[in-house]
């Protein structure tokens, strides 16, 4: 088998409702040219998918393909699962790639994104156009953020690479050098919610730099895990929130918090009290784990990212995860 250049997470959670997404996401990933190893890790699915999974990915098991194949005992999320995946991949490859099991790779993209890190040697994370699932409209090209650290993804076709403040944990590409110096990609109690953006500052803060790159990526299901509107959602948006705002420098760390606390959550949470309460739970279970994490001695520097001031008033007025 050649030297593998690229170990590729594949996280999967309770896929069956969305199965054949997940196989033409292993697929797409197996198409590729360059020497890779795939590793697949299932967060205790209940649904039968991990079966089904394995059985589609023995396929693919021949030269210049390696699998590895981990089935945790109960869920740890998209940050521990992914954790576990990157320290049990391959410690010989440059390159590690994050995709989610809803994310379809468009031909050739994992062999574009590693020619730009091969040259760029101060890049440290880099994606491509991500399209939702019908491949129609631009799910994001990257994410810039806010000083009131709202997230904004976009949307619109690049005419050639540029930086952003973090990549999109659907589909990233990470250098080993990075991974290296950070231990693991993610906060092992991030969860969800608590993931990328978190890598993005930490990267910037190392000295490498996050890019966007105009090339097609992937094609995106989107909300597959946690559904785009329910409360485990909203709970684990709100409670990386807290987090955030915890342990980062932002400067408006004081009106954040105190705005929230007098402006529920208003987009999703009119007519539905429980999206409320999940949210004002998630909220302040992140401040109490930001503020333990904090005393621990853990911080983000978000003003060694790229960010973006215009959304900061309407964030302050609307503290609202979902407003974007």
């Keep these: 088998m050649s030297q593998i250049n690229i170990s590729v997470i594949w996280l999967n959670y309770n896929s069956m409702k969305y ?9 797409s990933i197996y198409i590729s040219t360059i020497p ?11 649904d039968g998918s991990f079966d089904e999974i394995v059985l589609y990915a023995n396929r693919f098991r021949e030269k210049d393909f390696r699998i590895k194949v981990i089935r945790l005992n109960k869920n740890i ?23 989610n099991n809803d994310l ?38 990257g994410f810039m953020c806010t000083e009131t650290l709202l997230g904004i993804p976009i949307k619109d076709l690049p005419n050639e690479p540029f930086h952003v403040t973090y990549a999109s944990g ?14 693991v990609p993610f906060d092992w109690d991030g969860f969800m919610y608590f993931d990328d953006m978190p890598l993005g500052f930490k990267a910037w803060h190392a000295g490498f730099k996050v890019t966007s790159l105009p090339i097609s990526a992937g094609r995106h299901l989107g909300g597959a895990s946690g559904g785009l509107v329910s409360e485990k959602t909203i709970y684990y948006m709100y ?33 539905n009290p429980r999206l409320i309460e999940a949210a004002l739970k998630g909220f302040m279970d992140g ?8 005393k621990q001695g853990y911080s983000l520097n978000i003003y060694s990212a790229p960010l973006i001031t215009r959304y900061n008033l309407l964030s302050l007025l609307f503290p609202n995860r979902l407003i974007s």
């Design 104 to 141: 379809i790779l468009y031909e050739d993209s994992l062999e574009r994104i590693i020619r730009y890190l091969d040259k760029h040697k101060d890049a440290g994370i880099t994606q491509g156009v991500i399209y939702n699932i019908d491949g129609k409209r631009i799910d994001n090209v």
């Design 77 to 99: 999320g998209y940050t521990g699962g992914n954790n576990i995946g990157y320290l049990n991949s391959d410690p010989k490859a440059k390159y590690v790639a994050f995709v």
């Design 287 to 294: 401040l109490r784990l930001g503020n333990e994490k904090r």
């Design 36 to 46: 890779l190893e795939l590793v697949i890790v299932d967060n205790n699915s209940t």
């Design 19 to 27: 199965l054949n997404v997940a196989k033409e996401s292993l697929k």
């Design 239 to 271: 409670r990386g929130w807290g987090i955030m705002i915890e342990v980062s420098n932002t400067r408006f760390n004081k009106q954040l918090k105190s705005l929230f606390i007098k402006n529920l959550p208003i987009v999703h949470g009119v007519g």
């Design 170 to 183: 659907a589909y990233m590409v990470v250098k080993k050098e990075l991974l290296l110096r950070l231990k």
